[in-house]
């Protein structure tokens, strides 16, 4: 039983500290296109930091509408938002700069 509560202790304390490291639980970003999934309603962006949010990375994100992603083009730079919900965080918004 030890082995098990030192597992699942750091397992919880392992959830803790990303959950603190991604901060806030919505955001604006700056970016650039780097993927644009139609079927699977996600894109690829690099982006900097989003304040109180994350730091700058490349990450793929769900979108909440497959509409937003419409004529968008790899390379193309974009500001859009992002709010974290089940588990993961979503674009919101996302538009051409």
């Known amino acids: ?3 098990l509560h030192t597992s ?8 803790g500290i990303a959950l603190a490291a991604c901060g806030s639980s919505e955001g604006s970003g700056h970016g650039v296109v780097r993927g644009v999934d139609r079927e699977h309603a996600q ?3 690099e982006h900097g930091d ?9 990450m793929t994100f769900a979108v909440e509408d497959p509409q937003l992603l419409e004529g968008l083009e ?5 500001d859009f938002r ?7 965080y979503v674009v919101t918004s996302i538009e051409p700069r």
Not at 74 to 78: F, K, L, R, S, Y
Not at 82 to 88: M, N, S
């Open 1 to 3: 039983m030890t082995r």
């Open 8 to 15: 699942i202790t750091g397992l919880l304390l392992t959830l």
């Open 43 to 45: 894109v690829t962006l």
């Open 50 to 58: 989003i304040e109180g949010v994350m730091k700058g990375m490349t």
């Open 74 to 78: 790899t390379g193309e730079a974009v």
């Open 82 to 88: 992002v709010l974290y919900r089940d588990g993961g």
